[in-house]
């Protein structure tokens, strides 16, 4: 277990997958790299967690029911308190339409499934920290 893992410092994620067992394997995956991680089942509930909690980042599907993950992240994009929330699009369909759709709606990174769980930590961990970054540049500009 990391320092992080150890500390709980490696702040919170929404992961957000119809598939239970894809939910599982993301949780466990960043839980053991010291992130507080929450689960949502489709597009409605993600944007429900992330109006009770803004999360540091999130891991979503594409392919969801009611409403899909283009749906979230494009929402989440135009939401000023959300606008700089990075989002992680996992996803199988493999379309090059379909990364550049993911993008131009504000996706911040795209990973295809079967998803490598050390390449999802460690983007993770790089998209975390910008944030982290970009946070502490927005308190230090304050009057």
């Excluded at 960043?30 to 507080?36: K, V």
């Excluded at 540091?56 to 606008?83: A, N, S, W, Y």
């Excluded at 989002?87 to 759709?101: F, I, P, Q």
Aim: net charge negative.
């Amino acid at each position: 277990m990391t320092t992080a893992a150890a500390l709980g410092t490696g702040g919170s994620v929404l992961a957000v997958d119809d598939q239970p067992e894809n939910l599982a394997l993301v949780e466990e995956v960043l839980s053991d790299e010291g992130f507080r991680v929450r689960l949502a089942a489709d597009g409605e509930e993600a944007l429900a967690a992330v109006a009770a909690e803004v999360p540091d980042c999130v891991v979503l599907d594409v392919m969801m029911p009611r409403l899909d993950g283009f749906g979230v992240c494009e929402r989440l994009k135009q939401h000023r308190d959300t606008h700089f929330v990075p989002v992680l699009m996992l996803t199988a369909l493999s379309g090059v339409e379909d990364k550049v759709r993911a993008y131009e709606l504000g996706a911040d990174d795209f990973l295809n499934k079967p998803v490598n769980i050390h390449e999802l930590a460690a983007r993770v961990r790089s998209l975390v920290r910008i944030k982290r970054l970009r946070d502490e540049l927005d308190t230090s500009e304050m009057p």
